[in-house]
């Protein structure tokens, strides 16, 4: 059993606004024609189609205040309701409080403990581990989980020699942004169908996209539709590679953020739960699937 895990940082299901929201504008044909021709809003869900079913997916967990990156995504690789537990939620990055649900209790360190092969497929570029290893940047939630169990994250080399994906998809930021002239650029299309090749080689495969919450909290619209028209090249892609009867790909968020580009601010609205793959799988994930609490437990009933 294969499970793709896309994580896009800070996207909610919000109103069917176009003036707003930029799943509501965006060209996504390949999504829409996932969900019966609706965009991926508060509307949607919950839907059940063919290959894909949507739930709305709660990311305040009883805790006063907006969600937040660090407790967000340290809860979708846990399970634990860590804000109820501290009473706050929190982020960006992990404090010590946060910090400490990254170690035996993510799935990464549960995964490989079973014996199973678990991988983040996001490739880092040189200056990311210098100032780690300097100590002036911090690990985010998930890759402090996935060092934490012994996974080492991927080099520039790996993304050259095609054993990692550039967190855009696509390969343009290593060279417009990174400066790394000769870095692998791909199509939407082409990134989807590495994605599903990459994947495939692991029981869990985990994408991190960070742009997305970028673009809410610079209420930038134009750079919010690009990405989503990007992601819907990607989902095409993946598409037509994957196998619904092999394994499940999760498509979901810590919070949300860029479908309200009326506030620099997180929102409280529901995150996204979208699953693609047969439908027996997509039934028994999505049985108890109200909030993101439920994820991880989910996923560790169907691969451990």
Do not use: C
């Not at 069917?16 to 999504?31: K, W």
């Not at 969600?67 to 010590?96: D, F, M, R």
């Not at 791909?186 to 090749?197: D, F, I, K, S, V």
Request: charged share 20%.
């Amino acid at each position: 059993m294969k499970f793709l895990f896309l994580f896009l940082d800070g996207i909610g299901l919000g109103a069917d606004d176009p003036q707003i929201n930029p799943f509501a504008r965006a060209d996504m044909p390949t999504l829409r024609g996932l969900l019966n021709a609706q965009p991926l809003t508060a509307s949607a869900a919950p839907f059940d189609g063919p290959r894909t079913s949507l739930r709305a997916l709660d990311a305040n967990l009883g805790v006063a205040g907006l969600p937040q990156s660090a407790t967000g995504q340290t809860v979708l690789l846990s399970g634990i309701n860590i804000p109820q537990e501290l009473g706050y939620h929190y982020g960006p990055k992990p404090n010590p409080e946060v910090a400490k649900y990254l170690n035996s209790e993510s799935l990464f360190a549960q995964i490989t403990q079973a014996g199973k092969k678990a991988v983040l497929l996001n490739a880092y570029p040189p200056r990311y581990f210098h100032g780690v290893d300097s100590g002036h940047r911090l690990y985010s939630s998930i890759p402090l989980a996935v060092t934490n169990a012994g996974i080492p994250l991927f080099t520039s080399d790996d993304l050259m020699k095609g054993r990692a994906l550039s967190a855009d998809f696509t390969g343009d930021g290593w060279r417009e942004h990174l400066g790394f002239s000769d870095a692998p650029v791909h199509t939407p299309l082409e990134a989807g169908r590495q994605l599903t090749a990459l994947s495939s080689l692991y029981d869990f495969a985990f994408l991190e996209y960070w742009n997305s919450d970028y673009a809410g909290h610079k209420q930038n619209m134009d750079s919010a539709v690009s990405q989503l028209e990007i992601f819907d090249g990607v989902l095409q892609g993946l598409l037509e590679t994957w196998d619904d009867d092999a394994g499940l790909i999760l498509v979901t968020s810590d919070h949300g953020n860029m479908e309200d580009l009326s506030t620099r601010k997180h929102t409280p609205a529901p995150v996204p739960g979208l699953l693609i793959g047969s439908e027996s799988l997509r039934r028994e994930f999505t049985r108890d699937l109200r909030a993101l609490t439920d994820v991880a437990p989910a996923i560790r009933k169907l691969l451990l």
